[in-house]
């Protein structure tokens, strides 16, 4: 992850947030900023501010995986224990700044659960590193279902009529912001704002000139690849996650942008759309 690919991904996120606060603004009036916990949507209805904060948290589900911010919680609880053999000395005082500050942001098992309610996770791992539990969730299907449909579309011959297929990608999308909207509702836009902070923050630490010389390279990527087994436990493979996290919040955004037509199963889709090669990214980092 360069800093450059990391504040356009994070950038996305927190202009998503802005839009969903708008809405939010206009559904429950000037109080919305400070209500933690929004009252949830239900009744199959699909929500085009809950979806941007489902849009967020998938990417910040996928970053997890690819290792923030847990490589950098774990760089300070290391460098604060002194059980990390690392040379960070000349970045003490930044790292103990963050870890001092730790119970003022959600936590890696609190980001977990969430994450697992949404996505159902239950096929990932938890901070712990152990099997994360399933949360219950359609998305996996439904996710699948419209990544196909829409890889269908992008790939048909040009001679080939679209309607069918974009009706069958119509339908997929409904199903999957209906379910979107009922579980990435209540605190789930609170706890967005606060991750997305908290990554930033995180890569402001690794791109540091002082962490960056311990760590023996400024790209996050080679760093936390480099350095996972020593700081985690375990390997961790950066990249592949990081592509998906973009595809996966292309595709959720596409949603929320088009959820009025999406409910109507009106929405149109054109093989070129952005969405379209979204899908296909994805389709390109599914592990195997």
């Not at 697992?116 to 359609?138: H, K, T, W, Y």
Request: charged letters at 20%.
């Amino acid at each position: 992850m360069t800093p450059a690919a990391a504040r356009r991904g994070l950038d996305a996120c927190e202009r998503a947030l802005a839009l969903q606060l708008a809405e939010a603004v206009q559904r429950f009036g000037a109080a919305a900023p400070s209500i933690i916990d929004l009252p949830p949507v239900s009744g199959g209805r699909i929500d085009a501010g809950t979806l941007r904060v489902a849009s967020v948290l998938a990417w910040a589900s996928e970053v997890e995986q690819a290792g923030m911010p847990a490589f950098v919680e774990a760089l300070a609880d290391g460098a604060m224990k002194g059980t990390l053999l690392l040379p960070i000395d000349a970045g003490g005082e930044r790292l103990g700044r963050y870890w001092r500050a730790r119970h003022e942001r959600f936590t890696a098992d609190e980001r977990h659960e969430l994450y697992a309610r949404i996505f159902d996770d239950g096929a990932g791992v938890s901070a712990a590193g152990e099997p994360a539990e399933a949360g219950g969730s359609l998305f996996p299907a439904l996710f699948q279902t419209l990544i196909e449909a829409l890889i269908e579309i992008g790939r048909a011959p040009t001679t080939q009529p679209l309607g069918d297929l974009i009706v069958r990608a119509n339908v997929a999308a409904r199903d999957l912001a209906a379910d979107l909207s009922m579980r990435a509702g209540g605190i789930a836009a609170y706890a967005a704002r606060d991750i997305v902070a908290h990554v930033r923050l995180a890569l402001s630490i690794l791109g540091s000139a002082d962490i960056a010389r311990a760590l023996g390279t400024g790209d996050v990527s080679h760093a936390i690849e480099l350095h996972s087994p020593t700081v985690l436990g375990h390997q961790i493979s950066p990249r592949p996650h990081l592509a998906r996290a973009e595809a996966v919040h292309t595709v959720i955004s596409w949603l929320a942008d088009k959820a009025g037509d999406v409910g109507a199963l009106s929405a149109r889709i054109d093989p070129t759309d952005a969405v379209v090669r979204a899908a296909e990214a994805w389709r390109i980092q599914e592990p195997s």
